[in-house]
Structures are given as structure tokens and as C-alpha cells.
């Protein structure tokens, strides 16, 4: 018999296990940019997507499905009175809930070897890794149904779009100088001409890659000497997102750093936000602002960012009442003589223009959304320009 070769798992020595340490108080933030995506590799990545969907909701159906038939049983409604009544220990609760769970398959190590499974026999199209990466979502709206009082767990929709996602920065979806890989796939970086903030964030993942010894040591250093945490710009992992943008499908990159942001500059490399001297005062209601400092006093409205927001957002109650019109005359079956909707296995109908409009009422809330995120974003930091204290 041949004999199968074991993994040696090397203990790690006491930098590493500093440096596993300071990296876990590091803070992080996201990096996006986008992708040129060829035809063939944007049907490709789309196929990806379909199975990735499939495996998150029929492995999210069987582990509900076991947690409903757990649910019912006497032994766990048992179990649960005793915890609820404080008759069990700590310890006590843990390994006989664990165990119950273990017995119905509601946990993670089911979850991950039928997602597995379907990969091998029935979704073939993704790899391993984003698999793994979908399976943990799938435990996570469990964990948030079973333990953090969520009322449902989220199914994808039909033509809804799954975040490919990889575990570590050299696997999966690898970032190299100018272009991602995926799959054995490339997909060039577009960076815009002026765009100074990624142009000076990927340099800084560039250095990282070429003194990453010299930086991570700075990092332990300084962190034992003032507790102070440095931005290193080391990737953690990078995402593939998908989006719908004015009808067209747009690939975008995500790139997880660890660090804080660069500040961002103006053309000529100046600032553009400066921090202001002094103390900030402001109250913040559900819809005005008011902000009181040395040289201003101003009261605004929130997520006001241009004059046509009022409109933008009226024209999405009237299409919203368009689209109930037509679904009402074009599935007259699935409502009652007083306009109250009647349950019923026939399929909707939707006319063409019904689709369209449904169409212009995602973009427009798309649009919405981002302004409304550019608005908060712009008011921060014009309170950050009248002050360095917040009170």
C-alpha cells in the first residue's frame, strides 16, 4: 500500500504570531476599480454567477429545511425551556446544543461539504474557494436566524448578481501589477488619467509587495514602542462585484487593504480636504443637520445634494404606482373584486412596457442611492473643514 504523504503544519514562531496580532487590530478599507471585461469572459463570469447563486440558495433550502424539522422536535424544545429557565450550565448548554445541531446537520461543516458536493456534481462552473466564500454567507444568515433573532433567511433572486469573493490575496482572484486573474482568466485595470487616489494607493501595494519584510517589521515595531497601527496596504482579498449601470454590465474589482485611506488630492497634488481648527458642535435629526462652529452656524437638509433630488425621488413614488397599475390589469386572476391580492399558482404576466419601466425604476434608484451616499460623504467633509473637535 502507498502511503499517503501528511502535511507538515510548521508551529509559528513569535513573529509571526505578533504580527498575526497587530494585523487583527489593523483597520481596513476597500479599494474599487474597474475591470475590461471581453465578451467571451463576461458570458463566462455571468455562468459563474448563475451557479453560484444555485449552490447559495439549494444549500440555504436543505440547512433551513433541517433547522424547521430540528425546531419541531421535543428534544430541542426541551432543551431550550432548560436554557431559558437557567438550568443549564454554560458548558452544559454549548455541548448539548452542539450536539442537537450536529444531529439535525444545522452546522457549518454540512453546510460546506454539500456546497462541495454540488460543486463537483452539479455546479461545476466556480472554484473552490468562491464556494467556500458563498457556503459562508449561507452560514451567516443562518448564525443571524438562529442566534441574533432574524425573523427569514435571503434567497437570490433570478438575474441577481453574487459577489465572487476569495479567501486570501494569492488565491482565487489574484491582483498582479496591472491586471487580475480569475480562473485563468485576465481582466486589465482601468485607471482614469487623473484619478490620483488609486494611481497612489496601487503604488503603495506595489512597495508592500517589494519590501513587505521591512514593512511588516516597521509595523511590529512601532505598535510595541507607542501602540501606534501603520497603513501597510497589504491586500487581504480581493472580490469580483457585478453591477447594472444604465442598462449595461460593468465588472469592478475590490481590493481589501489594510490601512487607512490616502488622502485624496487635487490635480496639481494638493489636499482637497483640509482639517478646519476649533470645536464642532451639531445635532443631527431624521431630516435636517444642524452644525454650529467658530465662524458658521447653518441648518441643511439631509441628503440634499443638487435640486433635482426632491423630483428624482417623486418621480420614483409615480412609476412605483405605473408599475402597480399594470400589474393589476395585466393579472386580474390574482386580485378580488376590492383590489386585495389573492394567493394563486398562475404566473404573473408582465407587458413589455411593464418590463421596461421596472428597468428605468432600478436605474433611477440606483442613481438615488448614490447621491444620497455622495451627499453624506460631501457634508462630512465640510463639518471636518470648520474644525479638528467634535462635541
Not at 440634499?304 to 413614488?317: C, F, N
Request: glycine share 4%.
Amino acid at each position: 500500500m502507498s502511503s499517503v504523504k501528511k502535511r507538515k503544519n510548521n508551529p509559528p514562531n513569535m513573529r509571526q504570531r505578533q504580527l498575526w496580532h497587530v494585523r487583527k487590530l489593523t483597520p481596513t478599507h476597500i479599494l474599487e476599480v474597474e475591470l475590461k471585461v471581453s465578451k467571451q469572459q463576461k458570458y463566462k463570469l455571468l455562468g459563474i454567477n448563475e451557479h453560484l447563486r444555485l449552490i447559495h440558495n439549494t444549500v440555504l433550502g436543505a440547512v433551513y429545511n433541517n433547522y424547521k424539522q430540528m425546531t419541531r422536535t421535543k428534544e430541542y424544545r426541551h432543551l431550550l425551556r432548560l436554557y431559558r429557565e437557567e438550568k443549564l450550565t454554560k458548558q452544559q448548554s454549548i455541548t448539548w446544543f452542539n450536539r442537537i445541531y450536529k444531529k439535525f446537520n444545522v452546522n457549518f461543516t454540512f453546510v460546506r461539504k454539500y456546497g462541495e458536493w454540488l460543486r463537483k456534481h452539479k455546479f461545476t462552473n466556480p472554484d473552490a474557494v468562491t464556494t467556500l466564500s458563498i457556503c459562508e454567507i449561507v452560514w451567516k444568515s443562518m448564525e443571524n436566524l438562529i442566534f441574533r433573532g432574524a425573523k427569514r433567511v435571503r434567497f437570490y433572486k433570478k438575474d441577481e448578481f453574487v459577489v465572487f469573493q476569495g479567501k486570501q490575496a494569492s488565491r482565487s482572484i489574484i491582483l498582479k501589477e496591472k491586471f487580475a486573474t480569475h480562473m485563468r482568466m485576465n481582466f486589465p485595470i482601468i485607471v482614469k488619467k487623473n484619478d490620483l487616489f488609486v494611481k497612489e494607493t496601487l503604488s503603495l501595494v506595489q512597495k508592500y509587495r517589494e519590501n513587505s519584510k521591512e514593512i511588516d517589521d516597521s509595523l511590529i515595531n512601532g505598535f510595541e514602542r507607542s501602540g501606534s497601527l501603520k497603513s501597510t496596504y497589504r491586500i487581504r482579498n480581493n472580490r469580483i462585484v457585478i453591477k447594472q449601470i444604465r442598462g449595461k454590465l460593468r465588472f469592478y474589482l475590490q481590493i481589501s487593504l489594510e490601512g487607512l485611506p490616502v488622502p485624496k488630492r487635487n490635480k496639481d497634488g494638493s489636499f482637497r480636504h483640509k482639517l478646519g481648527t476649533g470645536v464642532v458642535g451639531g445635532d443631527i435629526g431624521t431630516q435636517t443637520k444642524a452644525i454650529v462652529s467658530k465662524d458658521k452656524v447653518f441648518l441643511k437638509n439631509l441628503a440634499v445634494r443638487a435640486e433635482k433630488t426632491k423630483s428624482d425621488e417623486r418621480k420614483e413614488v409615480l412609476i412605483q404606482r405605473y408599475l402597480d397599475r399594470s400589474r393589476r390589469a395585466t393579472n386580474p386572476s390574482k386580485f378580488d373584486d376590492k383590489g386585495r391580492f389573492v394567493r394563486s399558482r398562475k404566473p404573473w404576466v408582465f407587458s413589455n412596457r411593464y418590463l421596461k419601466t421596472r428597468e428605468k425604476l432600478k436605474e433611477l434608484r440606483r442613481r438615488n442611492a448614490i447621491n444620497r451616499r455622495l451627499s453624506h460623504n460631501e457634508d462630512v467633509n465640510y463639518v471636518r473643514s470648520l474644525g479638528r473637535t467634535e462635541e
